[in-house]
Structures are given as C-alpha cells and as structure tokens.
C-alpha cells in the first residue's frame, strides 16, 4: 500500500514526507482492527512532528506514517471484537488504549499508560489502510461522511476537551474569548456556543476569520493587530475580564495575555502550543487565574462532539487533497494558507 513517511526530522515542509510502498497492515491481536482510510485530517502536530518537536515528549521510531486524525471503513477484525464489524464506517480515537491500566478504568484514554498514538508513535492514517484497535472505534451514522468527519478526531475532540472544562465554569452571560478562529477555534466555537450561554468574544488577525466567527455564533470580534486587548476586553466586560479564555493559538503573546484578560479565578484554556508562559508567580497569586493544558480528550468525548455533528450544532470546515499532494499540505499550512482543515483521501 502507498504511505506518506516521515524519513527525518526537518524543517522544511516541501518535501518532508516521502510516497512509499509499505506492506498493508494485518490483525495480530485479538482486539485488532484495519481501516480502509478515506479521510485523514492534517494537523499543525503533523509539522510539529516533523519538525523533531516531539522526541522529547515520546519515543519515535523512524521512519514512520504520520496522521492522527482518521475515519474509514473496517475491512478486518480481530477475534475478539465486538463493537464493530467488517463494513462499518468509524472515527479513530487518536489512541489505542489497553483498557486494564488505572488510568484507562478511570476513563482518562490519553494518560493510558500503554498507549499506541498512530501517527506519533506507531504507523498512522497518511496512508490506504490503519491499523488501530477495538477501544479506538466509534461507529458513524449512516448520513456522517467518514471524510469530512476525519478531523475531528483530533482537532475537534481538542477543541471540545477545552470548552466542555470551560462550559463547567461558565454561567449564562459570562464573558468567554476565543482566541484564534482557525482549524481547531472555529471548532471550539461552535461548541461553545451550543453547550453555554456565554457571551463569546472571538480574536484573529484575519478578517475572514472573524467574519466566520461571527456566522458561528460569536457576540464580539476582535483583531489584535488594531486594538489593544486587555483595554478592548475590559471594555466588553465592563472591567471584569473574560471568567474563560479558549486559547487556540498559543503563541507567547496569546498566552501573555492571560494577566490583564482573565477575571479573578478564571482559567485561560492552552489548545494550541508553540510558544511559552512567561509570567511571575505573584501575577498568577494576584489574580488567582490558572492555565489549563488541553491534551486531545477522552473516548467519550469523541462520541459527544459525533452527537453534535449529527445534531447539525458543529460544522467542520474541510479541503480535500489527494496523498501525493501531502507535501504541499504541510507547507500551506506552516504558512497559515489552509482554512478550516486540510483532509488527506488516500484511497
């Protein structure tokens, strides 16, 4: 079968990934399953990866298939499966998990201690078939387009992670900010907006972001290269600051804003990574905010943002590539040229 693989880590995305012939993947547990991959999302991680960003978090054995956000068809099954059959159209949660672990009884997936994260540890989507296995599947309704649908099992299970903790401190009317209203943002917006009655102010240096943002539910818009921020914020908030802040980009500016948006005892939610957090201690004593990290979500999570797809409340934004287009993929998307998300269709 044909798979894109990363060879060694680089920084340059033109030619990044190399189109090689590699032997189609088998069941060889009994909980195994094989998907026929007809969508995989590509994701900023995806750069990151290549970039080397992650070889001091995880192991990675080069080369490797990338692509992490995958839907298709089961074409083979372990004996022991029961969840789903040969001919059903699934999401892959982003991680094979063993399921006997504490941290898998407690239902937190992405802390499994024996996990497989195809496409950052193990063989991913960025090709014709996956190899994942029973507790990664989630059955699609029949209208759902395993393609279109593909990049939420990354993005939006992130972005839906994020906002269902920041819905937990939210009341009707509370100032919530969305900061960045790309791939992953104009995701959590949406659910923002369909599981709080928050009032959401929406930041992107983009016009046609915030122009989306305001068809996605958004009350205010913003660009931060216009207007001060913590002024603006306050401004909205008649002084308060946002009780909730949905960082998409995390750039070190985004994540420096924290101090002067956040009302006291809020949270400003890390989505999207890159930068740093520089702040003194005493700024966050003095305001008693917090950040929160966002690592992806839990099995369930996945199979509520699917209720909301289906339900019509999210909409994912998707362009469609061929694999041998891969490449440019990757540098569209390093230089912020792709909107919504970009979906790979290896067969």
Same mark, same amino acid.
């Given at each position: 079968?044909?798979?894109?693989?990363?060879?060694?880590?680089?920084?340059?995305?033109?030619?990044?990934?190399?189109?090689?012939?590699?032997?189609?993947?088998?069941?060889?547990?009994?909980?195994?399953?094989?998907?026929?991959?007809?969508g995989?999302?590509?994701?900023?991680?995806?750069?990151?990866?290549?970039?080397?960003?992650?070889?001091?978090?995880?192991?990675?054995?080069?080369?490797?298939?990338?692509?992490?956000?995958?839907?298709?068809?089961?074409?083979?099954?372990?004996?022991?499966?029961?969840?789903?059959?040969?001919?059903?159209?699934?999401?892959?949660?982003?991680?094979?998990?063993?399921?006997?672990?504490?941290?898998?009884?407690?239902?937190?997936?992405?802390?499994?201690?024996n996990?497989?994260?195809?496409?950052l540890?193990?063989?991913?989507?960025?090709?014709?078939?996956?190899?994942?296995?029973?507790?990664?599947?989630?059955?699609?309704?029949?209208?759902?387009?395993p393609?279109?649908?593909?990049?939420?099992?990354?993005?939006?299970?992130?972005?839906?992670?994020?906002?269902?903790?920041a819905?937990?401190?939210?009341?009707?009317? +509370?100032?919530?900010?969305? /900061?960045?209203?790309?791939?992953? @943002? %104009?995701?959590?917006? &949406?659910? $923002? *907006?369909?599981?709080? !009655?928050?009032n959401?102010?929406?930041?992107?240096?983009?016009?046609?972001?915030?122009?989306?943002?305001?068809?996605?539910?958004?009350?205010?818009?913003?660009?931060?290269?216009?207007? +001060?921020?913590?002024?603006? /914020?306050?401004?909205?908030?008649? @002084? %308060?600051?946002?009780? &909730?802040? $949905? *960082?998409?980009?995390? !750039?070190?500016?985004?994540?420096?804003?924290?101090?002067?948006?956040?009302?006291?005892?809020?949270?400003?939610?890390?989505?999207?990574?890159?930068?740093?957090?520089?702040?003194?201690?005493?700024?966050?004593?003095?305001?008693?905010?917090?950040?929160?990290g966002?690592?992806?979500?839990?099995?369930?999570?996945?199979?509520?943002?699917?209720?909301?797809?289906?339900?019509?409340?999210?909409?994912?934004?998707?362009?469609?590539?061929?694999?041998?287009?891969?490449?440019?993929?990757?540098?569209?998307?390093?230089?912020?040229?792709?909107?919504?998300?970009?979906?790979?269709?290896?067969?």
């Amino acid at each position: 079968m044909e798979a894109a693989r990363l060879h060694e880590y680089t920084e340059e995305m033109g030619d990044a990934l190399s189109i090689d012939d590699i032997e189609r993947p088998a069941v060889t547990h009994s909980d195994d399953v094989v998907v026929k991959v007809e969508g995989a999302g590509w994701c900023q991680t995806d750069n990151h990866i290549i970039e080397g960003m992650w070889t001091d978090y995880v192991d990675q054995d080069l080369p490797m298939t990338l692509g992490h956000e995958n839907a298709g068809e089961v074409v083979e099954v372990g004996d022991e499966v029961q969840t789903v059959e040969v001919g059903d159209k699934v999401i892959c949660h982003p991680v094979a998990t063993c399921g006997e672990c504490r941290q898998c009884r407690l239902g937190e997936d992405m802390y499994c201690e024996n996990l497989a994260f195809p496409g950052l540890t193990t063989d991913g989507g960025f090709a014709e078939y996956l190899l994942t296995n029973e507790r990664a599947t989630i059955p699609l309704p029949n209208d759902v387009d395993p393609t279109d649908i593909a990049p939420h099992a990354d993005a939006g299970i992130t972005a839906y992670h994020a906002v269902k903790k920041a819905v937990d401190e939210l009341n009707p009317g +509370d100032p919530a900010v969305v /900061i960045g209203v790309g791939g992953l @943002g %104009h995701i959590g917006l &949406q659910c $923002l *907006d369909a599981m709080s !009655a928050a009032n959401i102010v929406a930041l992107d240096v983009k016009p046609e972001a915030r122009q989306l943002a305001e068809e996605l539910g958004a009350h205010y818009t913003v660009d931060p290269t216009s207007a +001060d921020i913590p002024d603006t /914020i306050a401004d909205i908030t008649n @002084g %308060h600051g946002a009780e &909730q802040v $949905l *960082d998409f980009v995390g !750039a070190d500016e985004t994540t420096g804003y924290a101090p002067d948006i956040v009302a006291p005892g809020g949270d400003h939610h890390i989505v999207g990574y890159g930068g740093h957090i520089h702040e003194p201690a005493q700024a966050l004593v003095d305001g008693e905010f917090a950040y929160r990290g966002t690592l992806v979500g839990r099995y369930t999570e996945l199979q509520e943002l699917v209720r909301l797809v289906e339900r019509g409340d999210v909409d994912l934004r998707t362009t469609r590539y061929d694999l041998s287009e891969i490449n440019n993929v990757a540098e569209k998307l390093e230089h912020g040229e792709i909107e919504g998300r970009a979906v790979i269709t290896p067969n």
